[in-house]
């Protein structure tokens, strides 16, 4: 793939999670779609397919009002890119006792992509 087709994936993908389009989410996925999510330099979350994917990515929604991954940088080379992200969310329950509906969350994080048949096949998510 090229470093454009790359980007125009990666873009589209965030515009969909930013919109909580799950449908347009996974039709950018590889049928074998690898997720991990990296907290703290914990992995607290992995799945492989893109019906966990989709039920992850659904279940998601539901702790968000408004949610944004902001791109502030671009690194790609050969089969991967990685990005650095802000995110925003507003959540619509509590998580916790110190995290409770409309507060806002607010990170900055990395994530990295890997493509296979011109779709993603891996995303690495690390905050």
Do not use: W
Not at 36 to 58: H, Q, W
Not at 113 to 122: A, L, N, T, V, W
């Amino acid at each position: 793939m090229k470093e454009e087709e790359k980007r125009q994936l990666i873009e589209q993908y965030v515009s969909a999670y930013n919109a909580f389009d799950v449908d347009g989410m996974i039709s950018l996925l590889h049928p074998e779609i690898e997720f991990k999510n990296i907290s703290g330099g914990e992995v607290d979350s992995t799945l492989i397919g893109k019906s966990e994917f989709r039920a992850m990515a659904e279940e998601s929604k539901a702790f968000f009002k408004l949610r944004k991954q902001t791109i502030n940088r671009y690194d790609i080379s050969n089969d991967r890119a990685s990005i650095d992200i802000s995110y925003e969310g507003v959540l619509a329950t509590d998580l916790s006792n110190e995290m409770k509906s409309g507060e806002t969350i607010r990170l900055d994080g990395r994530s990295e992509f890997f493509f296979k048949d011109g779709k993603i096949y891996r995303i690495i998510a690390v905050s």
